[in-house]
């Protein structure tokens, strides 16, 4: 490469880079991508295309990615949400079908083959999940040809939770899974980007990108308050008051709440050592 990219972030490889970075990175071949629609309810993104490479992050239902290459089932792309690059199964991705009206506002919901909830459920999709309503039938939404989900479970697209640590209090007692962004499980970088969502908040995915990016830094010793993003390396939780700790975390191998304080010093004598940063969001402070 000619200058330093995040390759988390950055569609090239020695091989091959998207048209748009040619004079910037140095590749064998330069392609124009093809955007394409997460079709299934979660994919999983991993940095090689196995199924044993590591979980980097994970895909949900009308996302849209980038694809600049398709081998042997795996498709090699760049998420337009949150700019992560790696490989997806492609049997996830579909040409981009109508555009989104309306988004997922519960933790999960199910898809049906017709307006019953006496149905066989055909997917289970996600918190955020992007989808285009062709029709309210009484308490269902019709998705065109691709079944029913039950309206209320739905918001219009630009609809946003007011607080997005509410949302993340709904996760709590729900699985630790490192790259998870799901009620089946999640990180802690994952549960604060997956939160932030529901409140019309982009954030980037992981950990180091989150505390560079988000809001304000605050002095460390400062009076602790509802939102604040508490960031050590390599991990990241939220405060719900200012003596509560919220996060996704390997200790408990779930998304736990517990006081600051004791967090704090576990976490300084047992894993990530000590704070790095406090980041205030500015919409919750004003």
């Given at each position: 490469?000619?200058?330093?990219?995040?390759?988390?972030?950055?569609?090239?490889?020695?091989?091959?880079?998207?048209?748009?970075?040619?004079?910037?990175?140095?590749?064998?071949?330069?392609?124009?991508?093809?955007?394409?629609?997460?079709?299934?309810?979660?994919?999983?993104?991993?940095?090689?295309?196995?199924?044993?490479?590591?979980?980097?992050?994970?895909?949900?239902?009308?996302?849209?990615?980038?694809?600049?290459?398709?081998?042997?089932?795996?498709?090699?792309?760049?998420?337009?949400?949150?700019?992560?690059?790696?490989?997806?199964?492609?049997?996830?991705?579909?040409?981009?079908?109508?555009?989104?009206?309306?988004?997922?506002?519960?933790?999960?919901?199910?898809?049906?083959?017709?307006?019953?909830?006496?149905?066989?459920?055909?997917?289970?999709?996600?918190?955020?999940?992007?989808?285009?309503?062709?029709?309210?039938?009484?308490?269902?939404?019709?998705?065109?040809?691709?079944?029913?989900?039950?309206?209320?479970?739905?918001?219009?697209?630009?609809?946003?939770?007011?607080?997005?640590?509410?949302?993340?209090?709904?996760?709590?007692?729900?699985?630790?899974l490192w790259g998870g962004k799901t009620a089946l499980g999640l990180d802690c970088s994952g549960?604060?980007?997956?939160?932030?969502?529901?409140?019309?908040?982009?954030?980037?995915?992981?950990?180091?990108?989150?505390?560079?990016?988000?809001?304000?830094?605050?002095?460390?010793?400062?009076?602790?308050?509802?939102?604040?993003?508490?960031?050590?390396?390599?991990?990241?939780?939220?405060?719900?008051?200012?003596?509560?700790?919220?996060?996704?975390?390997?200790?408990?191998?779930?998304?736990?709440?517990?006081?600051?304080?004791?967090?704090?010093?576990?976490?300084?004598?047992?894993?990530?050592?000590q704070i790095t940063s406090i980041r205030r969001l500015k919409s919750l402070s004003a």
């Open positions: 490469m000619t200058a330093a990219f995040d390759k988390r972030l950055t569609p090239a490889r020695p091989d091959l880079a998207a048209a748009r970075l040619k004079g910037k990175v140095e590749a064998s071949l330069f392609v124009e991508g093809v955007r394409e629609e997460i079709v299934i309810e979660v994919a999983d993104l991993r940095n090689a295309p196995t199924l044993d490479a590591p979980l980097d992050t994970q895909a949900i239902r009308g996302e849209r990615f980038t694809v600049y290459e398709i081998e042997e089932g795996w498709a090699w792309g760049q998420l337009e949400r949150d700019s992560y690059v790696g490989f997806l199964p492609s049997a996830s991705l579909a040409p981009e079908r109508s555009a989104p009206t309306h988004r997922v506002a519960v933790l999960r919901t199910f898809l049906y083959p017709g307006p019953s909830m006496k149905l066989p459920v055909e997917q289970s999709l996600p918190l955020n999940s992007e989808l285009a309503v062709s029709e309210i039938r009484g308490d269902f939404a019709r998705l065109g040809e691709e079944g029913f989900v039950w309206a209320g479970h739905l918001r219009p697209l630009l609809s946003f939770a007011p607080d997005f640590v509410a949302v993340a209090e709904r996760f709590t007692g729900l699985p630790y549960l604060v980007q997956t939160s932030l969502a529901a409140a019309g908040i982009q954030a980037l995915r992981d950990t180091d990108m989150q505390e560079k990016s988000l809001g304000e830094a605050i002095p460390l010793n400062s009076t602790l308050e509802r939102g604040d993003l508490i960031f050590w390396k390599g991990h990241v939780g939220i405060m719900r008051d200012a003596q509560t700790l919220l996060h996704a975390n390997g200790f408990h191998m779930l998304v736990a709440s517990e006081p600051f304080d004791e967090a704090v010093a576990r976490i300084a004598s047992k894993s990530f050592g």
